[in-house]
Nanobody, 126 residues
Framework: QLQLAESGGALVQPGGSLRLSCAAS????????IGWFRQAPGKEREGVAC????????KYADSVKGRFTISSDNAKGTVYLQMISLKPDDTAVYYC???????????????????WGKGTLVTVSS
């Protein structure tokens, strides 16, 4: 059973940076696709940044391209989300999630994720 645990959420000022971590256990990271998703108050959950099995393909939401970077450390079993130039609109609970069956077409679709962490809160405010 895949288990995911996020950490690193915090209050940060606009323009600031933050790195989130997702510790994965139960599966080797290089055998699964995994991604970061977020849900802001009153909004639907959305895919932010996702990485394919083996790390060869990465997908980003248009709103975070050039500012967020997803990476994985297979030896540590950890996936990271490096965020820079943060904006108030980035305020949300951030989750990492993975599908039971990976496809490139649905790799960043929250409706196709089967395993979820509990989330970590990121607040961007002055």
């Amino acid at each position: 059973q895949l288990q995911l645990a996020e950490s690193g959420g915090a209050l940060v000022q606009p323009g600031g940076s933050l790195r989130l971590s997702c510790a994965a256990s139960g599966f080797r990271l290089d055998t699964i696709g995994i991604g970061w998703f977020r849900q802001a108050p009153g909004k639907e959950r959305e895919g932010v940044a996702c990485i394919s099995r083996g790390g060869g393909v990465r997908k980003y939401a248009d709103s975070v391209k050039g500012r967020f970077t997803i990476s994985s450390d297979n030896a540590k079993g950890t996936v990271y989300l490096q965020m820079i130039s943060l904006k108030p609109d980035d305020t949300a609970v951030y989750y990492c999630a993975a599908p039971a069956r990976f496809t490139f077409q649905t790799m960043c679709d929250p409706d196709n994720m089967d395993y979820w962490g509990k989330g970590t809160l990121v607040t961007v405010s002055s």
